[in-house]
């Protein structure tokens, strides 16, 4: 992240705990939530998380394999998980009223993983803290990402079969967002203060693109809807 966004950035934090009760670090807390493949076809992974680390990767045997480790005791996680017909619904949720200031003994970890196998709808949203999204293994059907004050590292070079859209929406902070090379991306993002950072892309008219959708060697299409705060926002295809 950069050096000049620091100050902004825990300026930033400030305003986004300030109103909320400040509580004292206790003992460290492991807990895990695991689901069990059933009759599923498809998968939302709705995940809201005020103050903390997100990790999100695919790989796992089971539906979802999460474990969330914790010393704030408000920061307890809410989780629930529902299936009807053919689809499957996961919420994971740290209720913003719930939260505290930060404070360097203070620590949140959310640690899920995916099955691979089974096409998931990824709904993020975060408030204070950071994001590492490797989805690169992940069947993903659409991905929604929401930032507050912090970082996010999104990787998307996998292989998939199917289209599927991005969409993310800046706030505080730098998104990286790596990219397949050899999948067709096209990108219709807006810069905010830090502007947008590529790699691999080149502008055509409003859009980014990569050479994989230039010269029509992709069957498959990855399309982004990204709309910066302040922090770059870098996209990497290569």
């Known amino acids: 992240m950069s050096k000049t966004l620091l100050p902004i950035l825990s300026l930033a934090a400030l305003g986004f705990t300030g109103c909320t009760r400040i509580e004292n670090a206790g003992p460290m807390q492991h807990e895990t939530a695991n689901i069990e493949l059933d009759k599923s076809e498809i998968l939302k992974l709705d995940v809201r998380l005020a103050v903390g680390e997100l990790k999100v990767s695919g790989g796992a045997k089971k ?89 996010a590292n999104i990787d998307l070079r996998g292989k998939p079969t199917k289209d599927y859209s991005v969409q993310v929406r800046g706030g505080i902070g730098e998104a990286n967002i790596r990219l397949p090379k050899d999948i067709a991306v096209v990108a219709e993002a807006q810069g905010g203060i830090g502007g947008i950072d590529t790699r691999g892309l080149s502008k055509d008219g409003d859009r980014y693109v990569n050479d994989a959708h230039r010269n029509r060697t992709s069957p498959v299409t990855v399309r982004l809807d990204i709309k910066g705060g302040i922090g770059a926002i870098n996209l990497i295809s290569e």
């Not at 689809?87 to 719930?98: F, P, V």
């Open 63 to 151: 539906l979802i394999e999460a474990a969330f480790d914790y010393n704030v005791p408000s920061w307890k996680p809410e989780v629930s998980y529902s299936a009807t017909g053919f689809r499957g619904t996961m919420r994971i949720e740290q209720r913003e009223d719930r939260g505290a200031s930060i404070g360097n003994n203070q620590k949140c970890t959310w640690e899920i993983k995916v099955n691979d196998s089974i096409p998931t709808d990824f709904d993020f949203k975060f408030g204070v803290g950071e994001a590492n999204l490797n989805l690169a293994t992940a069947n993903i059907r659409s991905l929604t990402l929401n930032m507050g004050v912090g970082e």
